[in-house]
């Protein structure tokens, strides 16, 4: 830097562990000069308190200030550099969203400007740029490609060019401020907070896009799953219709049938009848013929004339006996009616059944519940329990699908694992979730204490977790009969005792859900998690502070069945 060089050395104002120019320089008691957050972030890495250039060792950690005039130097280096770097940068006129910046002095025909002034707090085209070049004054001014805003590149209390970024109050402040009011704030130079901004800004754009993604491939799949279910239905119907409509013909061709039975039995009957009855009237003729001879052979007072005529009078009766024909009609019909009666009662009854399981999928309220289980568990996992990340006072069981508390153990003598939990007693399971949904059930059965959720990959494994909502776990906590999240202490969010509890996790949507499977009541939902590392089960079978506690956590295996079969 050709207009440094001559008075100042950049290595001079250069921070030893950041390698960028000091932002509030502070100075070690050896001597040395480095940025106060650097150094101070150096010093919480390490147990000894030394020098991160001589090595000096230091009996107490030094009380650090910053020192002003090593600033004031800083602050006058970084805006040499900001203006030979712009001096130095080929004319490359920017233009705003607006349109391109326009000259600030030109009155009569507006020009496009080259340049902005950020000691004159204006934009100058070619002509009116001259002066910056020539006069020995202005050339010390900071000359910046063309911008449309730049009192926003100003200090507005001191009227000097923004250098750094207050980290503490996420501001860009000037050098009076940063030696004023943030003299013991996180600061940093504005370059390395704009490759902060940038470095975090690729990071959300990733997890955007990654999420856009995410959301599209959902939007897709529930387009093919609406395409498929608009085709299952069409088939559905046409299939209903087609199968009662070739019912209600066999109806018909049953009835017709029937009907034509019925009528050909009946006449049948009458024809037999009829023969019968004109074979009895034929005999009844035939009888009263003979009885009237009789008759006339009783009233001859002729001996002689009954004697004679006798012989000429049949006496052979009828053969036919009325008693060996016997119609009884009503006994088939009665027949024909009992099995008609029987058949349509049937049918009735596989109506009904019918009737019932259509109605079913709408109003029945344990169909509803079975058709949510259902639906959780088609993305059920299996998941085991990691031994690694387990509380001492733990035990896991071989399968790795139960953990319990053992009151038989002590913590002293054990070996902690770098991913054990020590405070809580807990235990994490071993799949990871970081994109789409995600269940699975665990069994708490009478156990009168417990905590269930889900815990981010770098959840604090030492000591205490804070309970508050940015502590990177969401978990529901039951305490005798009532539940309470473990991000909000003492605030109760459902009541009642469950045996069993299903998990689900749509990660995607930042929610957690937490139901009851043996009724499916929703115990909590967490909403708006902004999920952004892995998650992990995370089980807690706490202690036997409330007594009757020691049974198992079991993590129970769920298989998806048909709530359609009961009907089938």
């Known amino acids: 830097m050709a207009s440094c060089s001559s008075l100042l050395s950049e290595e001079q104002f250069l921070c030893a562990i950041c390698l960028d120019v000091f932002t509030q320089p502070v100075s070690t008691p050896c001597g040395h000069n480095f940025c106060m957050s650097c150094i101070s972030s150096y010093w919480d890495d390490y147990e000894l308190c030394r020098c991160p250039l001589c090595k000096e060792t230091f009996d107490r950690r030094p009380v650090l200030k910053v020192n002003t005039f090593i600033s004031e130097l800083s602050s006058q280096f970084r805006s040499l550099q900001v203006k030979d770097a712009h001096m130095m940068k080929p004319v490359q006129p920017q233009t705003s969203c607006e349109g391109p910046v326009l000259c600030g002095i030109c009155s009569d025909t507006e020009q496009t400007a080259v340049k902005s002034c950020l000691e004159c707090l204006t934009s100058f085209c070619d002509v009116h740029l001259e002066p910056h070049h020539r006069a020995a004054g202005l050339k010390r001014h900071t000359l910046v490609e063309p911008v449309s805003s730049l009192e926003d590149r100003i200090c507005k209390e001191h009227a000097r060019l923004l250098t750094a970024f207050c980290r503490a109050?996420?501001?860009?402040?000037?050098?009076?401020?940063?030696?004023?009011?943030?003299?013991?704030?996180?600061?940093?130079?504005?370059?390395?907070?704009?490759?902060?901004?940038?470095?975090?800004?690729?990071?959300?754009?990733?997890?955007?896009q990654q999420k856009t993604e995410e959301r599209l491939q959902n939007v897709q799949a529930m387009k093919e799953s609406l395409d498929k279910s608009k085709?299952?239905?069409?088939?559905?119907?046409?299939?209903?219709?087609?199968?009662?409509?070739e019912l209600i013909s066999e109806i018909h061709q049953s009835q017709t049938k029937l009907v034509q039975v019925i009528e050909e039995r009946q006449k049948a009957a009458e024809n037999q009848a009829n023969e019968y009855i004109v074979s009895m009237e034929q005999e009844i003729t035939h009888l009263e013929s003979t009885a009237a001879k009789i008759r006339e052979l009783k009233q001859s007072e002729d001996h002689l004339y009954p004697l004679l005529n006798m012989p000429k009078i049949s006496l052979q009766?009828?053969?036919?006996?009325?008693?060996?024909?016997?119609?009884?009609?009503?006994?088939?019909?009665?027949?024909?009616?009992?099995?008609?009666?029987?058949?349509?009662?049937?049918?009735?009854?596989?109506?009904?059944?019918?009737?019932?399981?259509?109605?079913?999928?709408?109003?029945?309220?344990?169909?509803?519940?079975?058709?949510?289980?259902?639906n959780l568990r088609y993305y059920v996992v299996d998941v085991s329990l990691d031994a690694d990340t387990a509380h001492p006072l733990l035990i896991i069981s071989k399968d790795r699908k139960q953990v319990r508390y053992n009151t038989?153990?002590?913590?002293?003598?054990?070996?902690?694992?770098?991913?054990?939990?020590?405070?809580?007693?807990?235990?994490?399971?071993?799949?990871?979730?970081?994109?789409?949904?995600?269940?699975?059930?665990?069994?708490?059965?009478?156990?009168?204490?417990?905590?269930?959720?889900?815990?981010?990959?770098?959840?604090?494994?030492?000591?205490?977790?804070?309970?508050?909502p940015d502590c990177g776990l969401w978990a529901i906590w039951f305490i005798q009969d009532k539940f309470e999240t473990?991000?909000?202490?003492?605030?109760?969010?459902?009541?009642?005792?469950?045996?069993?509890?299903?998990?689900?996790?749509?990660?995607?949507?930042?929610?957690?859900?937490?139901?009851?499977?043996?009724?499916?009541?929703?115990?909590?939902?967490?909403?708006?998690?902004?999920?952004?590392?892995?998650?992990?089960p995370y089980l807690n079978p706490c202690d036997n502070e409330y007594g009757s506690n020691l049974g198992p956590m079991i993590i129970v295996p769920v298989v998806p069945s048909n709530p359609y079969s009961s009907l089938e």
């Open 169 to 208: 109050e996420q501001v860009l402040i000037c050098d009076v401020c940063c030696s004023l009011k943030h003299i013991d704030h996180d600061v940093i130079s504005v370059q390395r907070a704009y490759e902060e901004v940038r470095a975090t800004l690729d990071d959300s754009e990733s997890y955007l």
């Open 317 to 374: 009766w009828p053969t036919m006996n009325s008693l060996t024909f016997n119609f009884d009609r009503h006994v088939d019909v009665h027949h024909i009616r009992q099995c008609l009666s029987k058949t349509v009662s049937e049918l009735r009854k596989q109506l009904r059944v019918m009737d019932t399981g259509v109605q079913q999928l709408f109003n029945r309220k344990d169909l509803t519940d079975d058709l949510l289980l259902y």
């Open 486 to 536: 473990f991000c909000a202490p003492n605030l109760p969010v459902h009541y009642g005792k469950v045996e069993r509890v299903g998990v689900f996790v749509r990660y995607e949507s930042d929610s957690i859900e937490f139901y009851d499977v043996q009724t499916m009541t929703e115990i909590y939902r967490f909403t708006d998690c902004s999920f952004t590392e892995k998650l992990y």
């Open 231 to 245: 085709s299952e239905t069409k088939s559905v119907i046409a299939e209903s219709i087609q199968e009662l409509t």
């Open 408 to 468: 038989g153990l002590a913590l002293s003598g054990l070996t902690l694992k770098p991913n054990t939990f020590t405070a809580h007693l807990a235990v994490l399971g071993d799949t990871a979730i970081s994109t789409y949904k995600f269940y699975f059930e665990v069994f708490v059965g009478g156990k009168t204490e417990w905590c269930l959720g889900l815990a981010n990959e770098s959840i604090q494994r030492r000591g205490e977790i804070l309970r508050r």
